[in-house]
């Protein structure tokens, strides 16, 4: 039994009901580095834990922080649940009859937009900017970064095709698990405490937010959903609307997106064409397929900026010329 899709997307049209700030903390408080450097550079994950806190000291009645699990370097994982109607729980959620939407930025450390725009996303929906009253159709589990040994691992290079931020995280984590290669096997520590954490929420829809890099490709974000070549048959029809609709709210916001991750027929050879296919499960969005919930893969292209701001947009490093050059093929 699918719950209505349409109550899990972040355009509901209701009328705001908005969640009073608490006067203690106030709005820049909950302003990321990311936007206060206009978004050139990324916090640290001190950041995210002080973030994670703050958020539910503003938000008392729409905000949990919650710690899902400890890295194998012993930091915590967390996670921040949103929900007006005070759906803070598993069992608040479905005794409610509320879907769940899982969001996760940083399951590759060095593809951290994911967090600071969950973050800029949060707030706003938060203050009634953006997809007003959708917190009172569904519960918003926020995870910012999946990978935090892998995020602290912090620096310059580490994306050296990349557009931004100056210093990032890591693809892997301490111990060398590519964690978007591992929902099937879960081998590593990580995706054990994230797989416990979906166990008990259920999503009806998760969504991994990644940034590619090393092409150059005229669309500046793709956006792959699955069950929608394979998998149930109500539930691709779920798939395929939601992800039309969030397509189509893309391009009226000026973007170029794909609906498909545009991975090369032959590696390393552009000229052979792109390929779109289905997830095996080791990817989150094979994954959730097999879980028959909707599984949604966004790659921002890097390489792009911003879309909408501008050939002088401040993501830009100007001491990175290079970064308009294809040099590889993309890793995302
Ligand atoms: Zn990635």
């Given at each position: ?14 009328l705001?009901?908005?969640?009073a ?26 950041e995210?834990?002080?973030?994670c ?7 008392p009645k729409?905000?949990?922080c919650i ?9 915590p ?9 005070g ?9 409610q009859?509320l879907p ?7 399951i590759?450390?060095?593809e951290?937009?994911?967090?600071d725009?969950?973050f ?9 900017k953006?997809?007003?009253?959708s917190l009172?159709?569904l ?5 910012p970064v ?8 912090f620096?310059?290079w580490?994306r ?10 890591w693809?892997?984590?301490?111990q060398n ?18 797989l416990?954490?979906v166990?008990?929420?259920?999503p009806?829809?998760?969504?991994d937010l ?6 150059q490709?005229e ?10 070549h394979?998998g ?6 779920a798939?395929?609307t939601?992800r039309d ?10 973007s ?7 991975s090369?027929v032959?590696g390393?050879?552009?000229?052979s064409?792109?390929?779109?296919s289905v997830?095996?499960?080791?990817f989150s ?7 028959n919930?909707i ?5 921002k292209?890097?390489l792009e900026?911003?879309?909408g ?11 990175r010329?290079?970064?308009r050059?294809p ?5 995302g």
């Amino acid at each position: 039994m699918i719950r209505p899709l349409h109550a899990a997307v972040l355009l509901a049209l209701a009328l705001p009901a908005l969640p009073a700030a608490s006067a203690s903390v106030a709005s820049s408080d909950l302003a990321t580095v990311s936007e206060q450097s206009g978004f050139v550079r990324t916090g640290r994950y001190e950041e995210v834990i002080a973030l994670c806190d703050r958020f539910a000291k503003a938000y008392p009645k729409a905000v949990r922080c919650i710690e899902f699990g400890t890295t194998p370097e012993g930091r915590p994982m967390k996670a921040l649940v949103a929900s007006t109607r005070g759906a803070f729980t598993p069992d608040q959620a479905r005794r409610q009859n509320l879907p769940v939407v899982l969001i996760q930025g940083g399951i590759h450390a060095g593809e951290i937009d994911g967090k600071d725009a969950g973050f800029l996303a949060l707030r706003e929906v938060l203050e009634g900017k953006a997809a007003a009253g959708s917190l009172d159709k569904l519960v918003w589990v926020f995870v910012p970064v999946f990978n935090v040994d892998g995020h602290e691992r912090f620096g310059a290079w580490n994306r050296p095709n990349q557009r931004g931020p100056v210093e990032m995280g890591w693809r892997v984590t301490a111990q060398n698990y590519n964690l978007n290669r591992d929902y099937v096997k879960a081998d590593a520590p990580e995706m054990q405490a994230m797989l416990r954490l979906v166990q008990q929420w259920d999503p009806l829809a998760y969504v991994d937010l990644h940034a590619t890099d090393g092409a150059q490709f005229e669309h500046d974000i793709s956006v792959q959903v699955e069950p929608v070549h394979a998998g149930d048959e109500g539930l691709r029809v779920a798939g395929r609307t939601l992800r039309d609709g969030v397509l189509a709210d893309l391009a009226k916001q000026g973007s170029l997106p794909l609906p498909y991750y545009p991975s090369f027929v032959v590696g390393d050879d552009p000229s052979s064409g792109f390929e779109d296919s289905v997830a095996p499960p080791r990817f989150s969005h094979g994954y959730f397929l097999l879980r028959n919930r909707i599984g949604m893969l966004v790659e921002k292209v890097f390489l792009e900026g911003i879309p909408g701001a501008g050939e002088d947009q401040p993501a830009i490093p100007s001491s990175r010329p290079w970064t308009r050059s294809p040099r590889t093929a993309p890793t995302g």
